[in-house]
T-cell receptor, first 120, second 110 residues
Framework: GAVVSQHPSWVICKSGTSVKIECRSLDFQATTMFWYRQFPKQSLMLMATSNEGSKATYEQGVEKDKFLINHASLTLSTLTVTSAHPEDSSFYICSASLLQIGASSYNEQFFGPGTRLTVL | LAKTTQPISMDSYEGQEVNITCSHN???????ITWYQQFPSQGPRFIIQ???TKVTNEVASLFIPADRKSSTLSLPRVSLSDTAVYYCPREEGNTGKLIFGQGTTLQVKP
């Protein structure tokens, strides 16, 4: 199946600094990628939809100026957590959508391994 | 639209068959039903997908009734390594967005 990677796998930073997380689709092109956040013992929460060549679409309650998303190519989306604070510590997961064309077309999503962010 | 609903947790023993049911009350006509497995500190992993009736692959079976308002993931003979959280997210329209519910934490005991 298709592979999605994330870098870094974990990062520790000081409060007030910015952190960039990369999401790459390794063997397919993805016009759409998604960013999720997951706190301990909780489910995945969709943060935003990243579209190649256009602005990201953010879910309600997610600050677009704090979580900057750039989807500069068909294989790379980046999430930058600006001025990170301890409450931003979480597990960030991306996914990439691949359109499967057949008798019935549908979008199949492939998830990255996640990035653990710890803000001190 | 409501998220899908599933039991919060289930316990089983090695070698048993486990069935996890998900409610899809607001599923759209064109939506597929997909199940994912997640281990701690990892991204979700695709298990199986179907539209109606029964689908089987090397790891699981998926049963979907005619009204498609629910689905049942069946794991034939679980092992300790099947201990994980299982999700049946709802797809929002044709956007590709997946809306996750709380998932079912399956604990397999020796």
């Amino acid at each position: 199946g298709a592979v999605v990677s994330q870098h870094p796998s974990w990062v520790i930073c000081k409060s007030g600094t910015s952190v960039k997380i990369e999401c790459r689709s390794l063997d397919f092109q993805a016009t759409t990628m998604f960013w999720y956040r997951q706190f301990p013992k909780q489910s995945l929460m969709l943060m935003a939809t990243s579209n190649e060549g256009s602005k990201a679409t953010y879910e309600q309650g997610v600050e677009k100026d704090k979580f900057l998303i750039n989807h500069a190519s068909l294989t790379l989306s980046t999430l930058t957590v600006t001025s990170a604070h301890p409450e931003d510590s979480s597990f960030y997961i991306c996914s990439a959508s691949l359109l499967q064309i057949g008798a019935s077309s549908y979008n199949e999503q492939f998830f990255g391994p996640g990035t653990r962010l710890t803000v001190l | 639209l409501a998220k899908t609903t599933q039991p919060i947790s289930m316990d089983s023993y090695e070698g048993q068959e486990v069935n996890i049911t998900c409610s899809h009350n607001n599923i759209a006509t064109n939506d597929y039903i997909t199940w994912y497995q997640q281990f701690p500190s990892q991204g979700p992993r695709f298990i199986i997908q179907g539209y109606k009736t029964k689908v089987t692959n090397e790891v699981a079976s998926l049963f979907i009734p005619a009204d498609r308002k629910s689905s049942t993931l069946s794991l034939p003979r679980v092992s300790l390594s099947d201990t994980a959280v299982y999700y049946c997210p709802r797809e929002e329209g044709n956007t590709g967005k997946l809306i996750f519910g709380q998932g079912t934490t399956l604990q397999v005991k020796p």
